[in-house]
């Protein structure tokens, strides 16, 4: 099984709606001189930013660019034919490999934060209201500044498309100098590639709107300069309130306004709009992290533990050694011996203190331990 980062997917809703998927297995090795298909590939597609742990918690991939693949799972290995399992002792082998079926396990996905657009404006801007209008995000929303504290994310669908917007707590003036936890804030923005300022006509701000802007930018540039350079949409919100509207058709930035509400929806859809298309212009973030890192799974191997008086020994490789069709087939069973005796696993249940004629248990298969002398 594959997992795939793909740009085009923005969260991980797909997998929680329908977590099981299975590739198939492999199919026996036959006698006549055919060995088994192998099991088919599968693969999972998953935003990119996804972190892929298995039960324990190991993280096996972290899949951060559209395109990179990880490995997590193979599919069962077909069985070898008679003619592949031909050598000096076995010139013409009665018996074929079974086909394995896959293995399989849970996978812990985590999509980190990531966000293609992030909210920026003054606390109390209505960031957290326009969030929760787009998106199923829902922080607390109240009418006293600092009510969010903590970066909340939204994936946001416009017409097939999706894109993950951030509401990040409100900034202040000196924000860049660490006031009102100003550099943890502006951390959540460092990610995003598109910013959406969001300015309040209203007189419930300290600042008039014009001055919320500008102070806004120096509070960017203080603290990444190229934040400045970042795309972003300005936006002034609250323009159902009376004379909001008015405000906001007379004030000039420099750059061009878009006016909403994000309490009645007014504009809301047209500037949704509006930041997929420079999400998509920008293109899907590039986060700073480490780079790739996959991390393949244990190979596969095997383990002895004592059970009443007999031997199990447990693992991938010394079941398929005694995976073949038939092992009543006298030279099957000796060619099953060598492959286990060749893993080691003779030598392992030695280690462990088994005794000639102990009984030793590999998957449905229980024999008589019979240490061979040569080495
Ligand atoms: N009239 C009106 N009120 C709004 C609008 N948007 C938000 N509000 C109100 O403004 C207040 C603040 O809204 P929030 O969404 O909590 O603002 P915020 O920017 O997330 O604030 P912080 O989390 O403190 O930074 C709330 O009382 C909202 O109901 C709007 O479009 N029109
Ligand atoms: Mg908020």
């Known amino acids: ?25 492999g199919t026996h090795g036959s006698g006549d001189l055919r060995a088994g298909r192998r099991g088919e590939d599968l693969i999972l597609p998953v935003p990119p930013g996804t ?20 490995v997590v799972l193979r599919g069962g290995r077909g069985g070898r034919g008679n003619a592949a399992l031909v050598d000096a002792k076995h010139r013409a082998p009665h018996f074929a490999e079974q086909g394995e079926y896959g293995d399989e396990m849970w996978l812990e996905l985590e999509l980190k934060l990531l966000a293609d657009a992030a909210l920026v404006g003054f606390p109390n801007v209505g960031k957290s209201t326009l969030i929760s209008q787009v998106s199923a995000a829902s922080p607390k929303i109240a009418d006293y500044p600092f009510t969010t504290l903590q970066p909340h994310l939204g994936v946001v669908s416009v017409d097939g498309r999706e894109f993950v917007l951030a509401d990040v707590p409100g900034l202040i003036e000196g924000a860049s100098e660490g006031r009102g936890l100003g550099h943890e804030f502006l951390r959540h923005v460092e990610r995003a590639s598109v910013l959406v300022v969001l300015l309040d006509p209203s007189g419930l701000q300290e600042h008039p709107a014009a001055d919320q802007y500008r102070i806004l930018l120096h509070e960017l540039a203080g603290h990444l300069p190229e934040l400045v350079e970042r795309p972003r949409l300005v936006v002034v919100n609250k323009i159902d309130l009376p004379g909001a509207k008015e405000i906001a058709e007379n004030l000039d930035v420099g750059e061009p306004l878009r006016l909403i509400s994000a309490a009645t929806g007014e504009g809301v859809a047209d500037l949704m709009h509006a930041v997929a298309d420079m999400v998509e212009q920008v293109g ?50 000796d060619y099953a011996a060598e492959r286990l005796r ?34």
């Open 1 to 25: 099984m594959l997992l795939r980062a793909d740009g085009s997917l923005a969260s991980l809703l797909t997998y929680h709606r329908n977590p099981h998927h299975r590739a198939g297995s």
């Open 51 to 70: 972190v892929v742990r298995d039960e324990q918690g190991t993280v096996l991939a972290d899949l951060v660019e559209d395109g990179q693949e990880a």
């Open 342 to 375: 060749r893993l080691g696993v003779d030598n392992a249940l030695e280690a462990a203190g088994a005794q000639p004629g102990d009984e030793v248990q590999i998957g449905e298969l229980v024999f008589e331990f019979t240490p061979d002398d040569e080495d």
């Open 284 to 333: 899907h973030v590039a986060p700073e992290r480490e780079g790739f890192v996959l991390h393949r799974p244990a190979a596969p191997g095997f383990s002895v533990r004592r059970e009443g008086d007999r031997w199990v020994v447990e693992g991938k490789a010394a079941e398929r050694a005694v995976a073949l069709n038939d092992l009543t087939v006298p030279e099957a069973a």
